[in-house]
Structure formats: structure tokens, C-alpha cells
């Protein structure tokens, strides 16, 4: 299927039995809100809640970092989710963490996965209905994983990467924080960007109704920041969140999706013995 899908082709598909749609939402640190408790508040009709801080590594202080395949396996069974089933992702924001969902169904090799372009408020604003209240629990399924690594970087993956300059690093973050003028979000963390890095804000992949731009156009963008298939993209950002809506963008402008950094700067930037450049 493809990678996204607008909300007239979720509304004409909504409530199919081989279908699941999540609320992934995730705010930031800075954010005053809770995903979980705006989810209650209003969905899509149906949606369960896909809580990225749960379909994690719990043995890890790093935020949000890939499970074990058993994890994965294990949490998507008691969420319904068969290796029939076709999932949609959506987020409270438009386009911010729906995309890490997308990315984990991928990793653990379920292609029938989807972001909802613009998410719930463009849903919202067309006037669509949503729902309140916690949903039904869902009928369990067996899940079976197909782990793919190669779409997976952690930081020894990317140290050795700061020598070899073989993979383009690809950073989603704002540019005033890859460049280190401002603190980093997260305390105890250093500003600044791996050595090497490429800057991309996410944001700019986006219109102004926080749909992804079409093709051609992210191709432009993408080119502008160094992708140019000369080498292997590896995209990164504050936690590995923003960072697959990079490679949500490459699959969409048809360039090979590359891998995730899933540490990202909350871990290059939170040790000591990890290179920073500023500026």
C-alpha cells in the first residue's frame, strides 16, 4: 500500500475488519499536553492509542528506543494487530510522530502500513466526526516479526560512520538546534550536530496544513540537502521520532529509504565520548 493516505481514502475505508488506525501521538518535553489524555478527549472513530513509549526497549534510559522483536511482536498481538492487518498512523498534530509507527511497522518487516496525511486536524477541520472516551480492547492476534537490521543505526554504527563518511546523516531537527544556538530540549544534553551532518528540518517537507509536499517537490528538498543517491541516508533527529518523517519523505519522493539513527541526539549528545561540531 501506500505510504500515506489522504483522509477521503480513510474515510471511504474506515471500519474494514482488516483495518486498524492509531493515534500516535507524542509531544516533546516542552509540550504541556499528554498524548494518552488528548486521545480520550477525541479520536478517530475506532483508533486505538499506539503509545511509542511503550512500544519500546524498557531496559534503556534513551527515550522511546526499538524493542526486542519479541517486545514488538508480543505488544502489536495484544493490540489486534495481525501480519494481515493494514495499519493506519495519524498524530494529534498533523505530521510529527505518526511517521515513527509507519517506520516500526516497517522495521519489523509489515509493509501494510500507512501515515494519515495531515493527521487529525485536517481530519477535524473537513468537518469529520471524532469520538471520545477509552475504545473497546481489542480481539488479540498473533503477530510474527520479520526483523530487516539494515534499516536500524546505533551509535557505533554512526561513529564509525564520522570516519568513513560512507552514509549521508541526515538531521530533522530545527536549524537554530543543529547549530547550537539554542539549548537542546532535554537537560543535560549537548547543542550541536554530528560531524559530518546534514541539516533538513522536517518542517520543511511539510505544507502549511502539515501535509507532506508532493513528490517533486520533496525530491527538490532532499537534493538541496545532500541527497543525492551517492550515498546511504541515515536520518536522525532529538530521539529518532521526527527523523522517519525524513524517511517517510524518501520513500514518498521514491529515493531509497535508508536507515534510522534511533538514539539520535538524545544519545550522541548525552555522552561524552561522541564528537560535536556547532555552528
Given at each position: 500500500m501506500d505510504s500515506i493516505v489522504s483522509t477521503e481514502w480513510l474515510a471511504a475505508h474506515l471500519g474494514q475488519p482488516d483495518m486498524v488506525v492509531f493515534d500516535t501521538t507524542k509531544y516533546l518535553p516542552n509540550e504541556p499536553k499528554d498524548g494518552l489524555t488528548e486521545f480520550g478527549a477525541a479520536h478517530i472513530p475506532g483508533a486505538r492509542f499506539f503509545d511509542i513509549d511503550v512500544m519500546a526497549d524498557p531496559d534503556t534510559s534513551l527515550p522511546h528506543m526499538v524493542p526486542t522483536p519479541g517486545r514488538f511482536a508480543k505488544l502489536m498481538a495484544a493490540l489486534g494487530v495481525s501480519n494481515d492487518t493494514m495499519c493506519v498512523f495519524y498524530d494529534q498534530k498533523g505530521l510529527a510522530s505518526a511517521a515513527r509507527g509507519w517506520w516500526l511497522m516497517g522495521l519489523f518487516g509489515h509493509d501494510r502500513a500507512a501515515v494519515l496525511d495531515g493527521g487529525l486536524p485536517k481530519w477535524v477541520k473537513e468537518g469529520r466526526a471524532t469520538e471520545?472516551?477509552?475504545?473497546?480492547?481489542?480481539?488479540?492476534?498473533?503477530?510474527?516479526?520479520?526483523?530487516?537490521?539494515?534499516?536500524?543505526?546505533?551509535?557505533?554504527?554512526?561513529?564509525?560512520?564520522?570516519?568513513?563518511?560512507?552514509?549521508?546523516?541526515?538531521?530533522?531537527?530545527?536549524?537554530?538546534?543543529?547549530?547550537?544556538?539554542?539549548?537542546?530540549?532535554?537537560?543535560?544534553?549537548?547543542?550541536?550536530?554530528?560531524?559530518?551532518?546534514?541539516?533538513?528540518?522536517?518542517n520543511e517537507l511539510l505544507a502549511a496544513d502539515q501535509t507532506m509536499l508532493p513528490p517533486d517537490l520533496l525530491r527538490a528538498r532532499l537534493t538541496a540537502a545532500g541527497v543525492d543517491g551517492s550515498r546511504p541516508v541515515v536520518t536522525s533527529c532529538g530521539s529518532g521520532v521526527t527523523a522517519c518523517i525524513l524517511t517517510l519523505a524518501m520513500t514518498r519522493a521514491g529515493l531509497p529509504a535508508g536507515a534510522v539513527y534511533d538514539g539520535s541526539w538524545t544519545e550522541w549528545g548525552g555522552r561524552t565520548d561522541t564528537p560535536v561540531e556547532t555552528g
Open positions: 471520545a472516551g477509552e475504545p473497546p480492547a481489542p480481539v488479540p492476534a498473533a503477530f510474527l516479526p520479520a526483523f530487516r537490521p539494515l534499516r536500524l543505526r546505533g551509535v557505533g554504527d554512526v561513529m564509525a560512520n564520522v570516519a568513513s563518511g560512507a552514509e549521508l546523516v541526515l538531521d530533522a531537527r530545527a536549524g537554530n538546534r543543529f547549530r547550537a544556538e539554542v539549548p537542546e530540549i532535554r537537560p543535560g544534553i549537548r547543542a550541536g550536530h554530528i560531524p559530518g551532518s546534514a541539516n533538513l528540518p522536517f
